[in-house]
C-alpha cells in the first residue's frame, strides 16, 4: 500500500540525516495520500541510514491509528497529523532537529 509515497518519504528521511539536519534518529519526515486520508510516517526511535520503505508506518490521518507497519510510528506523529488536518495543501512535513536549527 501506497509505495511510492514510502519510497518518497524514506528517501527524504535519509537525506534529513545525510544533509545533517537530523541527529541519530531525531527528526523525520512524513507525506499523506489524501485520496486515502492515509499519513506514511518514520517509526519510532529508527535512524534514517538503515531504514527501508518497508520500515514505515502508515496511519489514518484522523486518529493516528497504525493502518499498516511493524512498529510504532514517530513520537511526533500527532504533531504532523495537526498540521496535515489544518493545512489540507500540504503534502509533506519536515522535522529537522540540527545542530543549527535550535
Request: glycine share 12%; hydrophobic share 40%; charged share 20%.
Amino acid at each position: 500500500m501506497l509505495e511510492e509515497l514510502k519510497q518518497q518519504v524514506c528517501e527524504a528521511n535519509q537525506t534529513l540525516l545525510a544533509a545533517g539536519l537530523a541527529l541519530q534518529a531525531w527528526g523525520n519526515v512524513s507525506g499523506i495520500d489524501r485520496a486515502s486520508g492515509r499519513v506514511v510516517i518514520k517509526p519510532a526511535g529508527s535512524v534514517g541510514e538503515r531504514l527501508s520503505p518497508g520500515d514505515l508506518v502508515v496511519v489514518g490521518i484522523d486518529e493516528g491509528e497504525i493502518i499498516e507497519g511493524r512498529h510504532p510510528p514517530s513520537v511526533d506523529t500527532p504533531t504532523h497529523l495537526v498540521l496535515y488536518r489544518a493545512f489540507l495543501g500540504i503534502g509533506g512535513v519536515v522535522r529537522a532537529h540540527s545542530l543549527y536549527a535550535t
